[in-house]
């Protein structure tokens, strides 16, 4: 009966931990220091729309594909998951390229991209339909998720299966092997997201934040939009979701590499709102003033982005094995399931080499 400590409560610590204790010769204990129902600049999760608009290209998609059916599955069949479809546009601005933060969403933009043949409903927009300055546009079904109720529902899923969850502040990795409900851990799974930069034992210094601030409203968008950049700055974004289940609706956002600022700044605030009724004027029916949006509050996040992407690895530290999992940037949910199956791997690796041992 193999004990596993998966550190982090996170969307990529719960989704690994759920994805472990269905394996009922597992038993998981789940350690953090943030949990849902937290909103804290140290915690990603609750911070994201969420919603599934795929940025990798063909060679790295493994992830993201892997993760679409059981997304979809979920806003078909399980409500209380807090999931549901919502028609995505993505507008592209050729020019937002020429930057290097635009290369990084490039495959989401393209009109011929991996993912037409994974999301429902792909099409390519005719030209004559699209608002001015917009080069090409794409549509196709995603979905978003209410954090708010996702998280605590992945939560109650673990501990269904058995997995029981502590809270506490790890100062080195191999301290969680003590932390198991059952005694000594054999596997440590470590989703500490921007914090894998900070923890003894990890201290990646690759992991840096990308700050999202964001406006959350209770008007209604009538569609996902997204836009490949703005013309108020390289890290200035527009974008639109509504979350499910009365979640409001995300207005963004900012993407500042480097940037450790947890309070939202009004004049960001501001150009925010100001773009999001530009370019979707369903929010406002039309008026176009923000003085008719409807604020719920002002938010940021800090997205764990990783230099060379995301760590998905086995590695002995002192006398225990870690699997990690961490540096998802700004992809972390759209990820999250394909990622866990690379972690739920990794950690059968690790025990059959125990095994011979
Ligand atoms: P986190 O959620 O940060 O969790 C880390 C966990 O580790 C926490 O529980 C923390 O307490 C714990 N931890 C860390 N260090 C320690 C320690 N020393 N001891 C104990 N516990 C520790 N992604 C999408 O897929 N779609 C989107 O639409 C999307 N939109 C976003 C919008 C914004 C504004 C932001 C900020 C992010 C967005 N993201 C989106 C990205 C997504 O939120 C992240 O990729 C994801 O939340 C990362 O999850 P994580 O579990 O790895 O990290």
Redesign the pocket.
Same mark, same amino acid.
């Given at each position: 009966m193999p004990n596993i400590v998966v550190?982090?409560?996170?969307? =990529?610590?719960l989704t690994s931990a759920l994805l472990l204790s269905q394996n009922p010769a597992y038993k998981v204990t789940i350690? @953090?220091?943030?949990?849902p129902g937290d909103y804290d600049i140290? &915690? @990603? =999760?609750p911070?994201?729309?969420?919603? &599934?608009?795929p940025v990798s290209d063909e060679s790295n998609n493994r992830w993201e594909k892997g993760t679409w059916p059981e997304l979809q599955r979920l806003a078909k069949y399980v409500p209380e998951a807090g999931i549901h479809f919502q028609r995505a546009e993505a507008l592209c601005r050729e020019k937002d390229f020429k930057s290097a933060s635009g290369q990084g969403f490039k495959g989401l933009f393209s009109t011929n991209p991996w993912f037409k043949d994974v999301v429902p409903d792909f099409k390519v927009l005719p030209k004559e339909t699209l608002p001015e300055g917009i080069d090409s546009a794409t549509s196709f079904t995603s979905v978003c998720i209410n954090t708010a109720v996702y998280l605590p529902y992945l939560v109650s899923q673990c501990l269904k299966n058995g997995a029981t969850v502590h809270r506490?502040?790890?100062?080195h990795i191999s301290d969680a092997a003590d932390l198991h409900h059952l005694g000594k851990a054999d596997v440590i799974v470590n989703?500490? *997201?921007?914090?894998a930069s900070k923890?003894g034992g990890v201290m990646d210094k690759e992991v840096i934040p990308v700050r999202?601030?964001?406006v959350v409203v209770r008007n209604d968008p009538g569609v996902m939009l997204t836009v490949s950049g703005s013309d108020d700055a390289e890290d200035e974004l527009i974008y639109t979701?509504k979350r499910a289940a009365g979640g409001g609706t995300i207005l963004?956002?900012t993407y500042m590499k480097g940037n450790w600022e947890a309070n939202p700044d009004p004049n960001q605030a501001i150009r925010i709102m100001k773009r999001a009724v530009a370019m979707c004027p369903a929010l406002t029916n039309g008026s176009g003033r923000i003085e008719d949006l409807s604020i719920i509050r002002h938010g940021v996040?800090?997205?764990?982005y990783r230099e060379s992407g995301v760590r998905i690895e086995k590695e002995k530290v002192g006398n225990t094995w870690v699997v990690h999992?961490?540096g998802?940037? *700004?992809?972390? &949910?759209?990820? =999250?399931y394909g990622c866990s199956e690379g972690v739920v791997e990794l950690v059968k690796d690790v025990l059959a080499s125990k095994s011979k041992l």
């Open positions: 550190v982090g409560a996170g969307v =990529s610590g350690v @953090a220091k943030h949990m140290e &915690y @990603a =999760s911070w994201a729309g969420a919603n &599934y608009l506490a502040i790890l100062n989703c500490t *997201g921007l914090l923890l999202g601030q964001i979701m963004g956002g996040g800090l997205r764990p999992n961490y998802h940037g *700004g992809w972390g &949910y759209q990820a =999250s």
